[in-house]
């Protein structure tokens, strides 16, 4: 009833070598460097504004973190300033919502270390933030 396929499929690129694959794991690891450089980026700025021995460590941590899964790369950095910006409250909100996609993506990947550290991190801004603040996402 059906003639068989006879000819490859235009539509695979089966046979090319040309063509950039990466696993599973590689792109779970630059999935989770960019949310955990994003929580670096909103630590450096929050230590900016209420410097902490609490947001210090955080800061080290996660540059660590990023610099593992980027193959020993470290993340781009700039000082952060205390400019008129995002109001304290607005930017713990944004790093617990950071720490909880970089979590996801860590246990995802089996990543103990990461998955660990995020799950800190989200703590630490929840306690910031307070149960009004979380339930009134």
């Known amino acids: 009833m059906y003639e068989p396929i006879r000819a490859k499929s235009v539509h695979t690129m089966a046979g090319t070598s040309d063509f950039p694959h990466r696993s599973r794991e590689e792109e779970l690891d630059i ?14 700025e929050l230590r ?11 800061a080290v941590r996660l540059a660590e973190q990023v ?14 300033t205390a400019a008129a910006g995002p109001h304290l409250t607005a930017l713990h ?12 993506v860590a246990a ?22 307070g149960p009004r603040e979380l339930a009134a996402r």
């Open 93 to 104: 909100r944004r790093a617990h919502t950071l720490a909880g996609r970089a979590l996801v």
């Open 48 to 58: 900016a504004r209420a410097p902490s021995d609490d947001l210090d460590t955080a």
């Open 31 to 44: 999935q989770l460097a960019g949310h955990l450089a994003a929580l670096l980026a909103v630590t450096d």
């Open 67 to 80: 610099a593992r899964l980027r193959g020993g790369r470290p993340p781009a950095r700039t000082p952060a």
């Open 108 to 129: 995802s990947r089996a990543d103990t270390a990461a998955a660990i550290l995020t799950a800190e991190r989200m703590d630490a801004h929840a306690a910031r933030l």
